[in-house]
């Protein structure tokens, strides 16, 4: 069976220094990668989608990148961060026509 | 631009009653809808779709409702029980190329299921 791993899952960042959330997919090949936020009082919004390796789509201008160095790796990072990147990131797969199945989220709060 | 809305935050239900949870869109190129479900803490959970040449699909205490002329879609969970209480998140996939891969959804809607 397919499952999806996230870290971690909690983490308290200062404003201005870098950002690496991981998320790795077992059990199926070539999946569709996601990388959603989901902030406070708002729904989920999609940052990034991958269809393959070195393939990334950005759906909104940030201060974020994502990159998929391995067909079921997906990361999330950043140079330096904002106040505005809080939230609940969240991962998630898809393929052979399933709905999207998603990590447990990390929490990042930025001080 | 929200393109799918859900206008309640909360909603309160009884054990045992009906729960009916609400969802418009406005993107007439969304072909697939489907439901999710959140837990505090945890990532969403996949609970049930349906395609647009459908109006209704049903799997258990679970049934969603489409309405492509109004274009709204509605879950239905009967009987509620106080495992059910959660966010649902009902999510839009268009056909165009830009929303292809990726699912639209609304902000939420808090159930609690009281005893």
């Known amino acids: 069976s397919q499952t999806i791993h996230q870290w971690p899952a909690t983490l308290v960042q200062p404003v201005g220094s870098p950002l690496s959330l991981e998320c790795t997919v077992e059990g199926t090949s070539n999946p569709n990668l996601y990388w959603y936020r989901q902030a406070a009082g708002r729904g989920l919004q999609l940052l990034f989608y991958?269809?393959?390796?070195?393939?990334i789509s950005s759906e909104v201008p940030q201060n974020l990148s994502a990159s998929r160095p391995q067909d079921r790796q997906f990361i999330l990072s950043s140079k330096k961060l904002l106040l505005s990147d809080s939230g609940f990131y969240l991962c998630?797969?898809?393929?052979?026509?399933?709905?999207?199945?998603f990590g447990d989220g990390t929490r990042l709060s930025i001080l | 631009d929200q393109q799918v809305k859900q206008n309640s935050p909360s909603l309160s239900v009884q054990e045992g009653r009906i729960s009916i949870l609400n969802c418009d869109y406005t993107n007439s190129m969304f072909d697939y809808f489907l439901w999710y479900k959140k837990y505090p803490a945890e990532g969403p959970t996949f609970l049930i779709s349906?395609?647009?040449?459908?109006d209704k699909n049903e799997d258990g205490r679970f049934t969603v409702f489409l309405n492509k002329s109004a274009k709204h879609l509605s879950l239905h969970i009967v009987p509620s029980q106080p495992g059910d209480s959660a966010v649902y998140f009902c999510?839009?996939?268009?056909?165009?190329?830009?929303?292809?891969?990726?699912?639209?959804f609304g902000k939420g809607t808090s159930l609690l299921v009281t005893p």
């Open positions: 991958s269809v393959g390796i070195g393939q």
């Open positions: 349906i395609s647009s040449i459908k």
């Open positions: 999510a839009a996939k268009g056909r165009d190329s830009n929303s292809g891969y990726a699912l639209n």
């Open positions: 998630a797969w898809s393929g052979g026509g399933r709905p999207q199945h």
